[in-house]
């Protein structure tokens, strides 16, 4: 799954 990044910066997202 090479798109872990952006769940990264989504959940990032989501706690800020």
């Not at 798109?3 to 990032?12: G, I, N, Q, R, S």
């Amino acid at each position: 799954w090479y798109h872990w990044p952006f769940v990264v910066v989504l959940l990032l997202m989501n706690v800020g």
